[in-house]
């Protein structure tokens, strides 16, 4: 969903292993400027100091929630603090039914762009409450909770889909909005 939603836009490169390392390595190496990672939950230490100084000197990075993710909340190049686990219907932290999308705020890159009405969210991870989360917040669910975060590391930034990138999670994948909100 992501190689469909960018290629009409973008010069995109595809890491050819699904090594977090080696894939990393290549990618920087060749020079690109977005580095996008689907559900990675943990990394090596010296991939993670790779990736954060590539930020650090102007590149963005766009992560994926999943159950990779969801299962290590405390990894790292996140632009907030995640709770252990995620929130589904039927779960411990569940709702009756899937989540619509909010309105994009003033000050949200998204501001502009039409509210998706037809978009679900059954599952996401949750980030943890503090001071901090409403400016790091570029995207909510009508419940107020999350759907993307973001956070300036230097000269870059690290961006946080609280959903996974395919639609096992939520049709966002599936939809126009997902291309408007990548581009």
Do not use: C
């Amino acid at each position: 969903y992501i190689n469909r939603a960018l290629s009409p836009f973008s010069d995109l490169r595809i890491a050819d292993t699904s090594n977090i390392e080696e894939a990393a390595n290549d990618l920087i190496a060749q020079n690109v400027s977005v580095i996008v990672m689907a559900d990675i939950g943990t990394m090596p230490n010296e991939t993670e100091s790779k990736i954060t100084k590539f930020v650090e000197e102007g590149g963005l990075v766009i992560r994926f929630a999943g159950p990779r993710l969801a299962a290590n909340p405390n990894g790292p190049l996140l632009p907030v603090d995640l709770i252990e686990g995620d929130r589904f219907i039927g779960g411990a932290l569940s709702w009756e039914e899937p989540k619509a999308i909010a309105a994009f705020e003033l000050g949200s890159p998204f501001f502009g762009l039409p509210t998706p009405k037809d978009i679900s969210v059954s599952r996401q991870v949750l980030a943890e409450q503090n001071t901090e989360l409403a400016s790091k917040t570029w995207a909510r669910l009508e419940d107020g909770t999350p759907l993307v975060t973001a956070d300036q590391l230097g000269a870059g930034w690290i961006v946080l889909f609280h959903v996974n990138s395919d639609n096992n999670w939520s049709n966002l994948p599936l939809s126009g909005s997902f291309v408007d909100m990548l581009r």
